[in-house]
């Protein structure tokens, strides 16, 4: 069984930075896509930002690329999500996901393992 813990959460004004982690135990970290996910007040679910096992390979959601930056250290069992250039539209809780494939997907309904979400407000 694979447990996730996120943190790193806050409140920031739009403009600003904050750097989501989720710390992953089990093992065999380094075998799932590991991802971000996000869910907005009466809204769905949206993927983030997922990265393949050995950290090598990307892929953003149009609302988030070329601001944010999703980082793994397989050592550490730990995947990162540095948010920059924050708008309030990203105001949302943010949890991480595991996925034990080689293929990154973005359907929440592909994810093995989920985190209980951190809260990120971004002020206007």
């Known amino acids: 069984q694979v447990q996730l813990v996120e943190s790193g959460g806050g409140l920031v004004q739009a403009g600003g930075s904050l750097r989501l982690s989720c710390v992953a135990s089990?093992?065999?970290?380094?075998?799932?896509?590991a991802a971000w996910f996000r869910q907005a007040p009466g809204k769905e679910r949206e993927f983030g930002a997922g990265?393949?096992?050995?950290?090598?390979?990307?892929y953003y959601a149009d609302s988030v690329k070329g601001r944010f930056a999703i980082s793994r250290d397989n050592t550490k069992n730990t995947v990162y999500l540095q948010m920059n250039s924050l708008k309030p539209e990203d105001t949302a809780i943010y949890y991480c996901a595991l996925d034990f494939t080689p293929f990154i997907r973005s359907s929440s309904r592909q994810y093995d393992y989920w985190g209980q979400g951190t809260q990120v407000t971004v002020s206007s």
């Open positions: 990265l393949n096992g050995s950290g090598g390979t990307a």
């Open positions: 089990g093992r065999f970290f380094s075998e799932f896509v």
